[in-house]
């Protein structure tokens, strides 16, 4: 594997495997529909035919202060709360390591947002936050691989097809 782990508890590399796991699968059999490169790019990174990856732990550092995770190029920094029981008492490691990886394969937040929702919602997976809507529209609603209508928030890849409509944006609903 071409993933490396950082200054996890061996605890927390038994669940990073068991996400890693479930993510091949869902690569495998897809939940949704993907653009083909994507779905190869994610394949190689988690397959090992990528460049190594790091997967560190954040720990209580600076990073980890409001985030679950954070990517710069080939390393994810997953912190405490990407370990931590979400709404719905759900454990959010699988949404939020895919959400990074998508990340590593040049996603933009859009990208991100769309595909771990639509292929994780119960592992996890967490409608965008008010943060990701500024940065939806600092990106004219356009991701590498998807592009979002900000009037149905409806979300379709280039080759126009349906990927997720995110639900209209609320104060209850914009909080982790």
Same mark, same amino acid.
């Given at each position: ?13 038994? !669940? ?15 939940? #949704? ?34 985030? !679950?995770?954070?990517? #710069? ?57 008010? #943060?990701?809507? !500024? !940065? ?41």
């Amino acid at each position: 594997m071409a993933i490396r782990l950082r200054g996890f508890s061996r605890t927390a590399e038994r !669940a990073l495997g068991k996400s890693l796991s479930l993510i091949r699968q869902r690569l495998r059999h897809r939940p #949704a529909p993907m653009p083909h490169d994507l779905r190869i790019a994610l394949d190689e990174i988690v397959g090992g035919k990528r460049p190594m990856v790091t997967l560190a732990f954040g720990g209580g550092t600076e990073a980890c202060h409001d985030l !679950a995770g954070r990517t #710069a190029g080939y390393r994810v920094v997953l912190c405490p709360r990407a370990f931590a029981a979400g709404k719905g008492k759900r454990i959010r490691l699988t949404a939020v390591l895919f959400h990074e990886l998508i990340h590593v394969a040049r996603g933009k937040e859009l990208d991100a947002e769309a595909f771990e929702n639509a292929w994780f919602p119960d592992e996890g997976a967490r409608e965008p936050t008010r #943060a990701d809507w !500024a !940065a939806f529209a600092e990106d004219a609603y356009r991701g590498w691989w998807v592009h979002l209508d900000p009037r149905s928030r409806r979300v379709t890849d280039y080759s126009d097809r349906f990927i997720i409509t995110f639900p209209r944006p609320t104060a209850d609903r914009l909080v982790w």
